[in-house]
């Protein structure tokens, strides 16, 4: 039996990444106190959906760009003094991207094994 490499398709990729920047530049231009980093689980969730199983670290490696937008929007583009509802809506948006991360992770390990129960042979 001939062991298949699945590979995940430049496409999603693309549109996560331009869906990232496109949600970076509204967060820019949102105000502070509004919670638009929430946006950033839609990247995640779309490499998450359209990744092969195997691929746990195109998931991660989304969601650690996201979490540094997002802790760049609030540390380097807030012009005012941060308050604190506005920290803590990002540090909600953030706890919202790695529970999607979780949960994706998790799906992508029943995946993979219920791969291996098919392949094992029939008692």
């Not at 105000?31 to 995640?44: D, F, I, K, Q, S």
């Not at 195997?54 to 969601?63: E, G």
Request: a positive charge; one cysteine or more.
């Amino acid at each position: 039996m001939k062991h298949m490499r699945l590979r995940t398709s430049p496409m999603p990729i693309l549109l996560s990444c331009i869906l990232t920047m496109g949600i970076f530049v509204l967060d820019l231009y949102a105000p502070a106190p509004l919670a638009t980093g929430m946006l950033y689980v839609a990247p995640v969730a779309l490499i998450a959906m359209w990744s092969p199983p195997n691929h746990y670290s195109l998931v991660v490696t989304i969601a650690i760009a996201c979490t540094m937008l997002t802790v760049a929007r609030l540390t380097y583009f807030s012009l005012d003094t941060i308050a604190w509802f506005t920290a803590t809506n990002h540090g909600l948006a953030v706890c919202a991207l790695w529970a999607v991360v979780m949960l994706s992770l998790l799906r992508k390990r029943m995946e993979q094994r219920a791969q291996w129960i098919d392949v094992l042979p029939r008692l």
